[in-house]
């Protein structure tokens, strides 16, 4: 059995930019729905002792798509969450160094994570990730995730209405740009970095970031 990771700052903690009345509903609602959905699924499919990850590969690899999607969304959100701190300083470094190879900069990245999520149709996720040594932007529709993927997450934003419509109706692009700028946890992209250029262990549900 999987459990709901409790938030890893306080409701209030994003705010303005997400309001603790979004963090709320978002955690408490929405990703238990998904943990819990996820859980009475695993067990019919005999899978209640596997870990998220190896839940998400068997569901791909049966053709399970209710569990996979549940699933998906149980370790983005999870992933989601610490993506985001009200202390998530700048893009620096060996991140800056490839944001510079790969969009010329961090203006340049920022605008492409921006232009990606706002052009992004229904439902979906946003991610910065590093595949074959340089970063990439690449969105996935509904409940599809990188957790198993070649593709190494390093951030990503959630792109669901329930993201974001309490705060920022149907402004999404407004809602990516503050994001971007006041929450998006600079620290956890470098671990994230690190991890995908072997020099630590990468983040895994259940284990703090
Ligand atoms: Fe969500």
């Not at 620096?92 to 920022?110: N, T």
């Not at 209405?161 to 402004?171: G, S, T, V």
């Not at 407004?174 to 970095?193: H, K, P, T």
Request: charged share 20%.
């Amino acid at each position: 059995m999987i459990k709901l990771p409790p938030l890893p700052y306080a409701y209030e903690a994003l705010e303005p930019t997400v309001s603790a009345t979004t963090m709320r509903t978002h955690h408490d609602k929405h990703h238990a729905k998904y943990v819990d959905v996820t859980n009475q699924l695993a067990v019919e499919k005999g899978l209640a002792g596997a870990s998220l990850e190896e839940i998400i590969a068997q569901a791909e690899a049966q053709g399970e798509r209710k569990l996979l999607n549940n699933a998906g969304q149980a370790w983005n959100h999870a992933f989601f969450w610490t993506c985001m701190s009200p202390q998530g300083g700048q893009p620096a470094g060996e991140l800056a160094r490839l944001a510079q190879e790969a969009f010329g900069g961090l203006d340049g990245l920022r605008a492409r994570f921006v232009q990606v999520g706002a052009d992004h149709f229904a439902s979906g996720w946003v991610w910065l990730v590093v595949e074959d040594g340089r970063l990439a932007v690449v969105d996935t529709h509904d409940g599809e995730t990188l957790a198993h993927k070649p593709q190494a997450p390093l951030l990503v934003c959630d792109l669901w209405e329930h993201a974001y419509y309490l705060d920022y109706k149907q402004d999404r692009k407004g809602f990516l740009e503050r994001w971007f700028d006041n929450v998006a946890n600079w620290s956890f992209v470098e671990a994230q970095l690190a991890a995908a250029q072997g020099r630590q262990a990468p983040w895994r549900f259940g284990l703090a970031a």
